[in-house]
């Protein structure tokens, strides 16, 4: 049974850092694009990275460009996302998804992720 479980949210400053992780289960990692996506209370939810399936081509929102930087490690069947320079509108539940992709295909921020996390808290705030 595929599963994405994420961790690494919790409470920081604004202009801190924190680095989310999203552990897969069931299922080889290498074979999935992954994204992250965020839900801020009253919001829509956000894609906010993606990642191919080598690593080797990525997406950001311009919200976060320049600020997060998105990697994966298919030997550890994980992806990070490490988060700088946050602000009070990082705040949000972020989630991380999975979809089958071709081998160099590129990653978009679409509605078409199919398999999701049960998702971290990250609060930025002082």
């Known amino acids: 049974q595929l599963q994405l479980v994420e961790s690494g949210g919790g409470l920081v400053q604004p202009g801190g850092s924190l680095k989310l992780s999203c552990a897969a289960s069931g299922f080889t990692l290498g074979s999935y694009a992954i994204a992250w996506f965020r839900q801020a209370p009253g919001k829509e939810r956000e894609g906010v990275s993606c990642i191919s399936r080598l690593g080797g081509r990525t997406n950001y929102a311009e919200s976060v460009k320049g600020r997060f930087t998105i990697s994966r490690d298919n030997g550890k069947n994980t992806v990070y996302l490490q988060m700088n320079s946050l602000k009070s509108e990082d705040t949000a539940v972020y989630y991380c998804?999975?979809?089958?992709?071709?081998?160099?295909?590129?990653?978009?921020?679409?509605?078409?992720?199919?398999?999701w996390g049960q998702g971290t808290q990250v609060t930025v705030s002082s």
């Open positions: 998804a999975a979809k089958p992709a071709a081998l160099f295909e590129l990653c978009v921020l679409s509605d078409d992720f199919a398999s």
